[in-house]
């Protein structure tokens, strides 16, 4: 039997992030051959994923970036099975590594393909299945390009946005982290009245000719009046009719023109866990 020093459990270790007995037992199982421990431990990792596959990962971390032109951004969720694994130092920095790498792809399977210190980020998920015991895997991946990107993570890294601005103007990086936060907060289902789906609208004006109806309103006035609780709904869910949390007095719109007044939000991105 190979001698197993504590320097090569540890550069094990370090290297794959499986704990210091599994890599014990590697190592002995692979007489000391560095690479065949590794792929012991990988190999490992797919039957721990093969058994939880049908688990549900809801919980993990959600991770914007912007890359350096502030430009492009990128959202990713790692996803877990448990809050306890999600808050791991490692899990994060994890997930903090992956979203830098997903600034250079377009989309999450050429991501999956690529490289990750030697292996593809999906054997990297695999690997780590087994280290951790719990399902993983990539959630969502969602990119924006824009003149302007800016970027908000929400404490806990449940919540991840990025807000496109028309132009990189004096004052643009504030307003677009303002906007980001904005969107993580309300939730708009939409940019503005154009980007809400047709499906939407359809459903939002019968739910208002419902209650409508209720009310005793003849049915003559109920288009009128549903177009107003439209407009309402408008108004409340996109984003740039909404009034602007820092100050309700003016919409989302009205604080980026405050900005510069040539300034619009382009388009916005919102990953949220659960």
Same mark, same amino acid.
């Given at each position: ?40 431990? =990988? ?11 049908? =688990? ?15 430009t ?60 951790i ?8 991946? *969602? ?22 601005l ?46 409508? *109806?209720?009310?005793?309103k ?12 439209l ?38 991105? *919102?990953?949220?866990?659960?």
């Amino acid at each position: 039997m190979a001698k197993i020093t504590a320097a090569e459990v540890n550069k094990l270790r370090k290297s794959t992030g499986a704990g210091m007995m599994d890599c014990k037992k590697a190592l002995v199982e692979a007489e000391g051959d560095f690479d065949k421990a590794v792929e012991i431990l =990988r190999k490992k990792g797919q039957k721990v994923a093969a058994k939880r596959a049908d =688990r549900d990962s809801s919980e993990g971390a959600v991770i914007a970036k912007v890359n350096d032109d502030k430009t492009t951004g990128v959202i990713v969720s790692l996803n877990c099975e448990t809050d306890f694994v999600a808050k791991n130092e490692s899990f994060v920095t994890l997930a903090n590594d992956l979203a830098d790498l997903a600034l250079n792809f377009d989309s999450k399977e050429a991501m999956m393909e690529a490289d990750f210190n030697g292996i593809t980020v999906a054997e990297k998920l695999i690997e780590q299945t087994g280290v951790i015991g719990e399902k993983i895997e990539i959630g969502d991946f *969602r990119k924006l390009d824009a003149p302007f990107v800016g970027s908000y993570i929400h404490a806990g890294n449940k919540i991840a946005t990025l807000v496109g601005l028309s132009a990189n103007v004096e004052g643009a990086e504030g307003a677009a982290k303002d906007v980001a936060m904005q969107a993580a907060a309300m939730n708009p289902v939409a940019l503005n009245e154009e980007g809400v789906d047709q499906s939407v609208i359809d459903k939002e004006i019968e739910i208002a000719k419902e209650q409508l *109806r209720a009310e005793g309103k003849p049915e003559a006035m109920l288009d009128n009046i549903a177009k107003g609780k439209l407009n309402r709904f408008f108004k409340d869910n996109t984003l740039v009719n909404q009034a602007f949390i820092k100050d309700n007095k003016q919409s989302v719109a009205q604080y980026v023109k405050s900005v510069d007044g040539g300034l619009t939000v382009t388009a916005f991105e *919102r990953v949220a866990l659960g």
